[in-house]
């Protein structure tokens, strides 16, 4: 069974950072694609970026390019999403999602193409 555990949110002011991470277990993720998604209260979960986790390959939503990185760890089955530049605009749950699939299939920004959720981590930006 697939589990994924996101951690490092908080509360940091407008213009600092934050590294969230991802830690995934149960499986051999090498044919996996990881992504991070956002929500904020009455909205629709917001792609933010996502990683091949094969070849490292990357996909960022424009919201986020140029602020935002995505790596992985292999040795650690971690995944990590460095924020920079962060503004109020950026407040929302951060989910880690994983599908069983590469980059080149399906949607890599669509929340439906994946199948494994981790629980969120709160990130506040403020003003």
């Known amino acids: 069974q697939v589990q994924l555990v996101e951690s490092g949110g908080g509360l940091v002011q407008a213009g600092g950072s934050l590294r969230l991470s991802c830690a995934a277990s149960?499986?051999?993720?090498?044919?996996?694609?990881i992504g991070w998604f956002r929500q904020t209260p009455g909205k629709e979960r917001e792609f933010v970026i996502a990683?091949?986790?094969?070849?490292?390959?990357?996909f960022y939503a424009d919201s986020v390019k140029g602020r935002f990185t995505i790596s992985r760890d292999n040795a650690k089955n971690t995944v990590l999403l460095q924020m920079n530049s962060l503004k109020p605009e950026d407040t929302a749950v951060y989910y880690c999602?994983?599908?069983?699939?590469?980059?080149?299939?399906?949607?890599?920004?669509?929340?439906?193409?994946?199948?494994?959720w981790g629980q969120g981590t709160q990130v506040t930006v403020s003003s």
């Open positions: 999602a994983a599908k069983n699939a590469p980059f080149s299939t399906g949607n890599v920004a669509a929340p439906n193409d994946y199948g494994y």
């Open positions: 149960g499986r051999t993720f090498s044919s996996y694609t």
């Open positions: 990683i091949s986790w094969f070849d490292g390959r990357t």
